[in-house]
């Protein structure tokens, strides 16, 4: 079989499951894509062959030796260079973590392990997953699979490029303010960004705690509810972790969308957002409404102050987490005449313009006589933007909105204007400040050919309305079936 | 103005390391001892992705120092970061409470000179500990098995206005710590630090003098020490028309004195925020509840205690209550023996005496509380006699065993046969006669003389009260 590369993560299991193909072929069609193909896409950082034939060969002879067999047994996974796996690199895109290796299994990524899932390789990102279109990794430009000199978003861009180019069957991402969303968005794959707490953070190198959330990039929304459902659920190693039952959500995809009610809240379809996303957006919201959805308006009167308040909330908790790279335990590190000498010569050396950017941003907002002004009315601000979302989910089930303004843009474009960068989140940050979960879809191209995505919003551990919703669309349109051209 | 016109305000921050099996935040022991950095793990390494889980029996033993000195308690806590960079420190920010700490108010009482004052709480919180820091000859290390090891930090109003009052503090604080069995107390393993605010101002001036904190004093004579010389060093200065700085000095012991640090380098700006990794602790009234009537009787109830129920002295119930374990073995003793007043003599005397000889605690002694009610049982039923029974008393100090075997093995069975000890009696009367007749010319301290004898004849076995029935009748 020539393009076992291209399979979602169910057809792939049925092949396996049918004998049809073998794990280890599965994973040899992805190491001969990658090398075929990486070159020009650039979305892997490490990749070890060899550990993940062995274990595709394990995988193959757990199903050998019968019993019930997981469904996700023997699939390849990429996996953001953000998760900490056993064993391997986790640089997060930064020099600072060059040559460490983690000494654990991020909790998300144990479960996919312990289910029999292959832990393919990793995955390109901006630096600490700060950043929308993975042009801040200190090791390497990802590009966006449609369209070479374009960036795939981000932070979690090579997730998302390695799907779109099927270099991967499906990736994990992380998304604080819309890393998993925006970069689904501009690649034209699946993201799904679950509530908070859903998913244990335990293993996933923190950039801003309280917004951070694992999840699934994938080729169809069926395949982002089977990765959501296998790392979803309590972990006693992360307190933020929610003690909810987690559902098989296969049982809310239907084929129409009867009795739903999907709001269309008017301040995300504002001026100036380009107007082949807005028109591609509302043909996608016209063919909910064919698929049996009630549509109606609603109003989340303070996202115009989510922005803010988010850059002042994730660098805040950046400043924090990031002080522990010093060069002390693991690392990099510069030698310095004394500790703090040393800390400052590791860290100027070790990070990027955008994390020393963040962290000099958050320090300051946090410093004594600046902490009321900026982070504490930034979580008023928070609390305000979650009511706003309480209210909406009264009367909607889902809200349909853009993931970002505009489709993905020329790699460089925006890469010397942070504010303007900022600005592109404005659709998505709402989610992680309110701690809802949120799906990215495709929904169409624009003229250019670049891919665009619909964004739909769910209350707080209701992944099924969202999946549901994002699964009839995709049946009833044929975007997931269109592939990027690239030479290979 | 002279020196003895200024008053001293001094105010206490106590670590205390409780006594709980694992770290604040992760599985690993909390054991003291073992090679360096071997009880460590992802999170207290503060490895990329490890998140804190909190451990909830170091959040009882907070609450319930809390209860234990009358604080109120937060229904409603949470956690902070406090951020600063010390190579220490593995995420170079200290999980603390800022502004919602477990516990606020309360009080201790302390006496000095026989004067009783009320020393009352601020707050109590609960935090993590750092690492520590070694330094080799050409190099530095740090030893991180410390490293997220429970800290609960107790801090005093600035009430106490002498080294002699924040060393009674100190000494109170830790009987009550022991009571709870809240921390092993122990000084050496730094399970008790503090640090000490301390400044003068002429008597008479309303608004308190500038302040110093003073830092690595290891044990309370060193608190004690450091304060004495602190105060006495800002009397000199301000008397002398100079000014106090506002400094951290660091204590020398081996030197006796204070030493400022570099002020600059110690000007931190916290940036303390919610730790967002750690929902906040929520105590139902229940709970607390719950807790407060699983409280300990504390070294004051128990004082009161021992003099009305079982008729002690005060000074007994004072010395003995002054230290858990002895008061426990008190308590023990005496109910197996039934005579209160008898097992404190002997831990009093002959016990403590032992132990101070050998250097050792009464948990770690052979001699068994039911082995003294033992010896105390055969002292009362006259198998033995006082001089006897201390033999015993060491022997069983020495290698534990059975009081009534070791009487046995050793011969030691008084002997009151009336018989015999006539016999021993005349005995002795005939080799004495000098003695014998400066007795019967009044000198009645010669009767003792001729007991001793007796005694003596008997290799200690006698009875002395029945050898001086029989020898004052023979000599009538």
Excluded at chain 2, 381 to 405: H, R, W, Y
Aim: one cysteine or more.
């Amino acid at each position: 079989m020539s393009d076992l590369h291209s399979l979602s993560l169910h057809q792939a299991s049925s092949l396996l499951a049918g004998r049809q193909c073998s794990s280890e072929e599965l994973v040899q069609a992805l190491l001969k894509r990658i090398a075929a193909v990486d070159a020009s896409v650039q979305a892997y950082v490490s990749l070890d062959a060899e550990s993940a034939l062995a274990q595709a060969r394990e995988a193959d002879r757990r199903r050998a030796s019968g019993g019930s067999v997981d469904p996700l047994l023997g699939l390849p996974i990429a996996v953001k260079d953000v998760l900490n796996v056993d064993g391997q690199p986790c640089t997060c895109a930064s020099r600072i973590l060059e040559g460490y290796i983690s000494p654990y299994d991020a909790t998300c990524v144990a479960r996919l392990r312990s289910r029999g899932a292959i832990l393919l390789g990793r995955v390109n990102m901006d630096e600490f997953a700060m950043g929308s279109s993975t042009e801040n990794s200190a090791f390497k430009v990802t590009r966006n699979p449609w369209k070479l000199d374009h960036v795939p978003g981000g932070s979690s861009g090579g997730s998302a490029a390695a799907v779109a180019a099927d270099e991967a069957l499906a990736a994990l991402g992380t998304d604080t303010g819309g890393s998993i969303r925006q970069p689904a968005a501009f690649c034209g794959c699946v993201g799904l960004k679950p509530t908070y707490g859903r998913i244990s953070r335990y293993g996933l190198t923190a950039f801003a705690s309280s917004l951070d959330q694992v999840g699934p990039l994938t080729k169809t929304v069926q395949d982002a509810s089977l990765l959501l459902r296998a790392m979803s659920g309590h972990d006693p190693m992360d307190s933020s972790s929610v003690d909810v039952p987690v559902p098989d959500y296969s049982l809310a995809l239907r084929p129409d969308l009867k009795g739903m009610k999907l709001g269309l809240p008017k301040e995300y379809f504002v001026e100036g957002m380009d107007p082949q996303v807005e028109s591609a957006v509302r043909a996608a919201v016209e063919q909910c409404r064919a698929l049996g959805a009630e549509i109606v308006e609603v109003s989340l009167p303070h996202t115009r102050y989510a922005i803010a308040a988010y850059y002042v909330i994730a660098t805040a908790e950046a400043s924090a987490n990031l002080a522990r790279f010093d060069g002390v335990r693991y690392g990099k590190r510069v030698e310095g005449e004394d500790p703090i000498d040393m800390y400052g010569k590791t860290r100027a050396a070790g990070f990027g313009r955008e994390v020393k950017r963040r962290i000099i941003l958050g320090t300051y907002v946090l410093s004594s006589g600046y902490y009321d002004a900026y982070y504490l009315r930034a979580q008023k601000v928070r609390t305000l933007i979650r009511n706003d979302f309480l209210k909406a989910f009264e009367t909607c089930d889902a809200l349909l909105t853009p993931v970002a303004p505009t489709a993905a843009y020329r790699i460089g474009e925006k890469k010397d204007d942070p504010l303007q960068m900022y600005l592109g989140d404005i659709f998505t940050v709402t989610a992680n400040l309110a701690g809802i979960c949120g799906l990215s879809a495709p929904c169409g191209f624009t003229g250019g050919g670049l891919p665009i995505g619909l964004q739909i919003l769910g209350p707080g551990f209701k992944e099924e309305n969202i999946l549901r919703v994002g699964h009839a669309y995709e049946q009833a349109t044929e975007w997931r079936l269109k592939k990027p051209e690239l030479k290979g | 103005m002279s020196p003895s016109n200024y008053r001293a305000t001094v105010g206490l921050e106590v670590h205390v390391q409780l006594k709980t099996r694992t770290k604040m935040f992760c599985g690993c022991p909390t054991e003291f001892g073992e090679l360096p950095n071997t009880n460590v793990c992802p999170v207290c390494l503060g490895y990329p992705g490890a998140m804190p889980v909190m451990n909830a029996e170091a959040i009882r033993l907070c609450v319930r120092t809390g209860l234990m000195i009358g604080c109120r308690i937060n229904p409603y806590s949470k956690f902070d970061r406090k951020n600063y960079f010390y190579p220490d420190m593995p995420k170079n920010f200290q999980i603390s409470q800022y502004d919602q700490p477990l516990c606020l108010g309360g009080e201790v009482e302390i006496e000095v000179d026989g004067r009783k004052k009320i020393i009352h709480v601020t707050r109590i919180h609960q935090e993590e500990d750092v690492g520590k820091n070694m330094h080799f000859e050409s190099s530095s290390g740090i030893d991180f098995n410390r490293a997220g090891t429970p800290l609960m930090e107790l801090v005093t109003e600035p009430e106490i206005e002498s080294a002699d009052e924040a060393f009674a503090f100190l000494l109170a604080l830790k009987q009550i710590l022991v009571y709870g069995n809240i921390s092993d107390c122990n000084l050496e393993e730094g399970n008790l630090r503090c640090d000490v605010n301390c400044s003068v101002r002429p008597e008479g001036q309303k608004e308190l003098g500038v302040k110093t904190e003073l830092k690595n004093m290891n044990t309370f004579k060193g608190v004690h020490r450091a304060l004495s010389y602190e105060i006495k060093r800002q009397i000199d200065v301000v008397s002398k028309g100079g000014t106090i700085r506002q400094e951290t000095r660091r204590w020398d012991d081996a030197a006796g004195v204070t030493l400022a640090m570099r002020s600059k380098e110690y000007a931190h700006d916290y940036r303390y925020f919610p730790e967002p990794d750690l929902m906040p602790v929520v105590l139902p009234t229940a709970q607390i509840e719950e807790w407060r009537q699983q409280l300990p009787e504390l070294p004051a109830a128990r004082r009161a205690r021992l003099i009305r129920d079982l008729g002690l002295p005060e000074y007994d119930a004072e010395v003995l209550v002054a230290d858990k374990a002895v008061a426990d073995y008190f308590e023990e003793t005496a109910r197996l023996c039934g005579n209160a007043k008898a097992a404190s003599n002997w831990i009093m005397t002959e016990m403590l005496r032992a132990l101070t000889e050998k250097g050792l605690a009464i948990g770690a002694v052979k001699i068994q509380p039911v082995a003294l009610a033992g010896l105390i049982k055969l002292v009362e039923a006259k198998t033995i006699n006082m001089p006897s029974a201390k033999e015993v008393f060491n022997i069983l100090f020495e290698q534990g065993g059975d009081p009534e075997s070791i009487v046995k093995a050793k011969g030691m069975v008084q002997v009151s046969d009336s018989g015999a000890l006539e016999t021993f009696a005349d005995q002795a009367i005939a080799a004495n006669e000098k003695v014998v007749a400066d007795y019967k010319a009044g000198k009645k301290v010669a009767l003792q003389f001729l007991v001793g004898q007796v005694m003596k004849l008997s290799k200690g076995k006698a009875n002395p009260q029945v050898v001086m029935q029989i020898l004052e009748k023979k000599l009538q």
